[in-house]
């Protein structure tokens, strides 16, 4: 069984920086290719950035290029989410996710096996 946990949201003010820390567990952590998306109140989950199994490859919505950037980390089986410049748009439920099977990048939620439970970020402007 894949466990993902994700850390790291919080309050901050418009211009911040925050880094977000999803855990994951239950198989070999170089086998997964993950992603971050994102659900504001009231709207659909969307795509934010996703990282390959290798972390050679890497894709980021367009809403986010620029400001924030995705990374692996073998030493703690995490995966990373950087976001500088804050805005309050970026304001929602983070949540990560993992596919299992598969090289490159994926942006769409349907190609994704297991999802943590999210982790709340909220920007004031």
């Known amino acids: 069984q894949v466990q993902l946990v994700e850390s790291g949201g919080g309050l901050v003010q418009a211009g911040d920086s925050l880094r977000l820390s999803c855990a994951v567990s239950g198989r070999a952590f170089s086998t997964y290719n993950t992603g971050w998306f994102r659900q504001a109140p009231g709207e659909e989950r969307e795509y934010v950035a996703a990282?390959?199994?290798?972390?050679?490859?890497?894709s980021y919505a367009d809403s986010v290029k620029g400001r924030f950037t995705i990374s692996r980390d073998g030493s703690s089986n995490a995966v990373l989410l950087q976001m500088n410049s804050l805005k309050s748009e970026d304001t929602g439920v983070y949540y990560c996710?993992?596919?299992?099977?598969?090289?490159?990048?994926?942006?769409?939620?349907?190609?994704?096996?297991?999802w943590g439970q999210g982790t709340p970020v909220t920007v004031s402007s």
């Open positions: 990282i390959d199994w290798s972390g050679g490859q890497t």
């Open positions: 996710a993992a596919r299992m099977l598969g090289g490159g990048t994926y942006s769409s939620a349907d190609d994704y096996d297991y």
